[in-house]
């Protein structure tokens, strides 16, 4: 099993709220990612980084903001959440080392009513 | 640039049926392939992955063979149960900055 986690599982928040979602993992990967997964399944990269100070944006643009301050430690934050951020957000990391695999979370499903 | 295209689903099987999900790819370079599933309400799980040209990776029943020559890496399953029901995605990697590029998921549901 991947030691990798995400909270909140299930989060059901109201327009305009600042919210932060968490990842932590515990494997000593440098690299980490956000994912968001739409309802078609696909998934779509918004945030990584490479390491401690560390972040960039993804393939896809999100008003979401990360930091990296800590190894263990990917946070991605939202500051005024929508109805358009309703979503399924993947965390995941990975080691250094090239063609590796990434180990992912469980998830959390954002729903911004 | 990378990229992956995955046959789109829903895939619909009756178990014990032979199941292929087919994946192809463009890259540059030798990169790895992968296999992940998704069960309902989960993340990603790695189910299998291959290294270089001819190597086949296999987890759970599940195969895939990495084919240079026709870019493709086709997931099979000789006869899939109820709890293969699951979303599957195909990835290479690395690109720059080593991250894998997914393909866009097929669904699988096997009845009873």
């Known amino acids: 099993e991947a030691d990798i986690y995400q909270t909140p599982r299930y989060l059901v928040i109201g327009t305009g709220k600042k919210i932060t979602l968490e990842c932590s993992q515990t494997?000593?990967?440098?690299?980490m990612y956000w994912y968001q997964q739409d309802p078609g399944m696909e998934l779509h990269l918004i945030h990584y980084?490479?390491?401690?100070?560390?972040?960039e944006k993804g393939d896809l643009s999100s008003e979401s903001t990360v930091s990296r301050i800590r190894t263990e430690h990917f946070p991605l934050t939202l500051e005024s959440a929508r109805p358009s951020h309703t979503s399924q957000y993947l965390c995941?990391?990975?080691?250094?080392?090239?063609?590796?695999?990434?180990?992912f979370g469980q998830g959390t499903r954002l729903t911004v009513v | 640039g990378n990229s992956v295209t995955q046959m789109e689903g829903p895939v619909t099987l009756s178990e014990e049926a032979f199941l292929t999900i087919n994946c192809t790819y463009t890259?540059?370079?030798?990169?790895?392939l992968f296999w992940y599933v998704q069960y309902p309400g989960e993340g990603l799980q790695l189910l299998l992955k291959?290294?270089?040209?001819?190597d086949k990776g296999s987890n759970k029943g599940f195969e895939a063979t990495y084919r240079k020559e026709t870019t493709s890496f086709h997931l099979e399953k000789g006869s899939v149960q109820v709890s293969d029901s699951a979303v599957y995605f195909c990835?290479?990697?690395?690109?720059?900055?080593?991250?894998?590029?997914f393909g866009g998921g097929t669904r699988l549901m096997v009845k009873p």
């Open positions: 494997m000593g990967h440098d690299k």
């Open positions: 291959a290294t270089k040209a001819d």
């Open positions: 980084s490479y390491g401690v100070n560390s972040t």
């Open positions: 995941a990391s990975s080691t250094n080392a090239g063609n590796t695999e990434a180990f």
């Open positions: 990835a290479l990697g690395p690109r720059a900055g080593n991250m894998l590029t």
């Open positions: 890259a540059t370079g030798y990169p790895s």
